[in-house]
């Protein structure tokens, strides 16, 4: 049976599509309009999620704002979020509905028995033998700085994401980057007060940039004012007129010493060669944009004036200026499942899955669609979803985290071995990053860095990515000659922060630069 301008459904089945003027409930049929995609996504829930609202069965709406009824099952206990489908349970298992551990009654329905906080802590054995509340890694909101590195409670509160590299330990706060976001901003490292290499006079005192960037560091004193020179630190004076830049202060020597003629933005827009403050070309450090040049992305406004890659995102649709991160797509190009009778495949956009076709009566859903006739015996896998054989249908068993981990002999599914609260990259003793695949289903090792002191790094570059070699220990101190050096926070260069005439030596990890 078809009615004009409707799409049906089977009792099980995603919500359709249905123009204005179609009645709610036809029968066995449930015909409900699909909500279109807002111009934003919401972070309600998660995109390929399903809950049991009592004995509703919903599915996280396109928009990510909200749930939509899928069906109706005959009780609470017979909808099994898990296998998001109507199912009498078998006695002893378990299965979790948003957040809720569960526990199958000798009656064949699903009971709760505890609120684990959040629906990625409920975690759920791959044959449904057992389900165990998980230990929440942090709080909704919260930031810790792991030594020069910003990291904030993943939305699904099992493990901590890097939000950004700070020039070092001093430069990340913690408090600073909550009350960014309480005022609307992006989380960021706090600007550095000086750059490396870089000095100041106070009176007749150079000064030197802190390695941490964040203090002046006072040398040997000059005779007077006039004989400290901004530009190198040294007794030597600077010719009058001389430009140099102390921090975010333009300063220009004249004859009783060096003086300040403007306060630029930050140290990074203070240009001494032309003797002026140079203007940022994306406004205030931390704005956010998205940017679909070359590959779409997140960008932010960094401490120079210019704009940075903050996250690669997989596609546009799914850049959000508002929630200041990339969301995670709800599916991969052309993927393809089945919700009950409901053939569906991912947006274009891959920010939701859109529903092809509805399998009749006597076909069932499967991997390429519709397919003739039911089932004698066995089980299989469509896509994440383990089915078995019951009454000559195929009936959904429980989805799995990956396709891949979906056990078609057993209808069962395998834990995951990496990815997730387990991460993305893992370094192995010997300095190898391992690299999770997106099967979940074991740990690939990457080739050796080819560096002659390889420093195996997981956390993924500035700008997203794979993580990559890196040619020096982040933030580490080292003397090439006379100059002291300091490894940069992300491991990929080595500037020189001072020069020492008499000598440079590092012990135990502290620098020391003599004949200054």
Request: with cysteine.
């Amino acid at each position: 049976m078809a009615f004009a301008g409707c799409t049906r459904r089977l009792v099980g089945a995603w919500l359709a599509l249905c123009p204005l003027g179609c009645q709610a409930i036809l029968g066995d049929f449930h015909l409900e309009e699909e909500p279109a995609v807002s111009s934003g996504l919401g972070t309600t829930c998660e995109p390929s999620a399903f809950r049991c609202n009592d004995a509703d069965l919903e599915a996280c709406r396109p928009d990510r704002r909200g749930w939509q009824l899928v069906t109706h099952c005959a009780s609470a206990g017979q909808c099994d979020a898990s296998a998001a489908a109507c199912r009498t349970c078998t006695p002893g298992e378990a299965g979790c509905n948003d957040g809720e551990r569960q526990l199958c009654t000798s009656g064949g329905e699903l009971e709760n028995k505890e609120d684990c906080g959040a629906p990625a802590l409920c975690i759920l054995q791959g044959d449904r033998s057992s389900a165990r509340c998980g230990m929440a890694a942090c709080d909704p909101g919260a930031f810790f700085c792991d030594g020069n590195r910003l990291r904030t409670c993943a939305p699904e509160r099992d493990h901590w994401k890097l939000v950004a590299r700070c020039a070092s330990v001093p430069l990340c706060n913690a408090a600073s980057a909550v009350d960014q976001v309480a005022h609307g901003a992006a989380p960021t490292c706090l600007t550095p007060l000086c750059l490396p290499g870089t000095f100041a006079c106070d009176g007749a005192t150079p000064e030197r940039c802190s390695a941490d960037q964040n203090a002046w560091e006072p040398l040997a004193p000059c005779a007077d004012a006039a004989s400290c020179n901004a530009s190198d630190g040294s007794c030597n004076p600077a010719p009058d007129g001389t430009f140099a830049c102390s921090g975010a202060d333009l300063v220009q020597k004249a004859a009783g010493g060096f003086v300040t003629l403007e306060h630029c933005a930050s140290p990074f827009l203070c240009d001494a060669t032309v003797g002026e403050c140079n203007k940022s070309d994306c406004g205030s450090p931390g704005t956010l944009r998205c940017n679909d040049d070359e590959l779409p992305k997140l960008e932010e406004c960094s401490p120079d004036g210019t704009w940075v890659v903050r996250e690669v995102c997989d596609a546009g649709a799914l850049c959000s200026v508002a929630e200041r991160r990339c969301f995670p797509a709800a599916c991969a190009v052309e993927g393809t499942r089945c919700v009950g009778q409901a053939f569906q495949r991912c947006s274009a956009d891959l920010t939701h899955w859109q529903t092809e076709t509805i399998c009749g009566d006597d076909q069932s859903c499967g991997t390429a669609g519709c397919e003739a006739g039911g089932c004698t015996n066995g089980a299989r896998c469509v896509e994440t979803s383990a089915e078995v054989c019951s009454g000559g249908h195929w009936a959904p068993r429980l989805r799995c985290a990956t396709a891949g981990l979906c056990l078609p002999a057993s209808g069962s599914c395998g834990d995951p071995l990496c990815g997730g609260p387990l991460g993305e990259y893992q370094c192995t003793g010997d300095e190898r990053l391992q690299s999770c695949p997106p099967d979940r289903k074991q740990w690939n090792t990457a080739p050796p860095c080819p560096t002659a002191t390889p420093f195996c790094d997981p956390d993924p570059p500035a700008g997203g990515g794979a993580p990559v070699c890196e040619i020096c220990e982040p933030l580490a101190y080292a003397c090439v000659g006379t100059s002291l050096t300091r490894c940069a926070a992300d491991g990929q260069s080595s500037p020189t922060i001072a020069s020492c005439p008499g000598g440079c030596a590092v012990t135990a990890g502290v620098p020391s630069c003599l004949g200054l």
